[in-house]
T-cell receptor, first 113, second 110 residues
Framework: DADVTQTPRNRITKTGKRIMLECSQTKGHDRMYWYRQDPGLGLRLIYY???????NKGEISDGYSVSRQAQAKFSLSLESAIPNQTALYFC????????????FGPGTRLTVL | EDQVTQSPEALRLQEGESSSLNCSYT??????LFWYRQDPGKGPEFLFTLYSAGEEKEKERLKATLTKKESFLHITAPKPEDSATYLC???????????FGTGTRLQVFP
C-alpha cells in the first residue's frame, strides 16, 4: 500500500464549484504539505501544516483553504474553482529531522472548465 | 532570496551515453539539497539528500555530488527506464520549506 494517498486522482469540474482534494498518509509524519505543479513553473507551495493545530500559508494560498482533520489527513479545498486553478496537485509529508525530506503522493489532476 | 536553477531544461541521450544534470542554488545557509525523480503524471520520488559540500551519494546508475554553489546528478550508462524529469530542491536553515527548481527532462533512447 502507498504511504501517501490522494483522492480523487482525476477531477473535472466547472467554474464556481467547490472542490475538495484529500490526502492521507501512513508514514506517521507530523508535517504535511499541498503543492500545485504547472508546466514551466515547477512545484509551488499552497499550504503546509506541522500538526493538527498548526496551519500555514504558502506562496500561493489565495483561492484555497485547508483542513487538518488528524495527524494523517490533510484536505485542500477550492472554495470557488476558476480555470487557472487547472493543475496537478500534490500532497507531501515529512518528519522532523536533520532536514525536512518530503515524500509525495501520486497527485490529483484537476481540470476547471 | 533563495533560488534554484536547473540546467539543461531538456536532455536527450543515447542508451549508454553518460552525462550530468546541473542544479545551481543560492541559499542563506544550506540545510539540505534534495534530488527527486518524477515520471509524467506522477508524484516526485525521493532520490537523495546532500548536506554539505564534498558529499556524494549513489543509487544504481545515479550519483549526486554537492559543492557550495551547485549540485550535479551524474547518470552513468543510462537506460531508457531512466527517462524522467529530475527535480532539485534546497532547504535553508532559517525555513521549514523547500525551494524547487523547474527540473530537467531526460529522455534516453535505445
Amino acid at each position: 500500500d502507498a504511504d501517501v494517498t490522494q483522492t480523487p486522482r482525476n477531477r473535472i469540474t466547472k467554474t464556481g464549484k467547490r472542490i475538495m482534494l484529500e490526502c492521507s498518509q501512513t508514514k506517521g509524519h507530523d508535517r504535511m504539505y499541498w503543492y500545485r505543479q504547472d508546466p514551466g513553473l515547477g512545484l509551488r507551495l499552497i499550504y503546509y501544516s506541522f500538526d493538527v493545530k498548526d496551519i500555514n500559508k504558502g506562496e500561493i494560498s489565495d483561492g484555497y483553504s485547508v483542513s487538518r482533520q488528524a495527524q494523517a489527513k490533510f484536505s485542500l479545498s477550492l472554495e470557488s474553482a476558476i480555470p487557472n486553478q487547472t493543475a496537478l496537485y500534490f500532497c507531501a509529508t515529512s518528519d522532523r529531522g536533520r532536514t525536512d525530506t518530503q515524500y509525495f503522493g501520486p497527485g490529483t489532476r484537476l481540470t476547471v472548465l | 532570496e533563495d533560488q534554484v536553477t536547473q540546467s539543461p531544461e531538456a536532455l536527450r541521450l543515447q542508451e549508454g551515453e553518460s552525462s550530468s544534470l546541473n542544479c545551481s542554488y543560492t541559499v542563506s545557509g544550506l540545510r539540505g539539497l534534495f534530488w527527486y525523480r518524477q515520471d509524467p503524471g506522477k508524484g516526485p520520488e525521493f532520490l537523495f539528500t546532500l548536506y554539505s559540500a564534498g558529499e556524494e551519494k549513489e543509487k544504481e546508475r545515479l550519483k549526486a555530488t554537492l559543492t557550495k554553489k551547485e549540485s550535479f546528478l551524474h547518470i552513468t550508462a543510462p537506460k531508457p527506464e531512466d527517462s524522467a524529469t529530475y527535480l532539485c530542491a534546497v532547504q535553508a536553515y532559517n525555513t521549514d520549506k523547500l525551494i524547487f527548481g523547474t527540473g530537467t527532462r531526460l529522455q534516453v533512447f535505445p
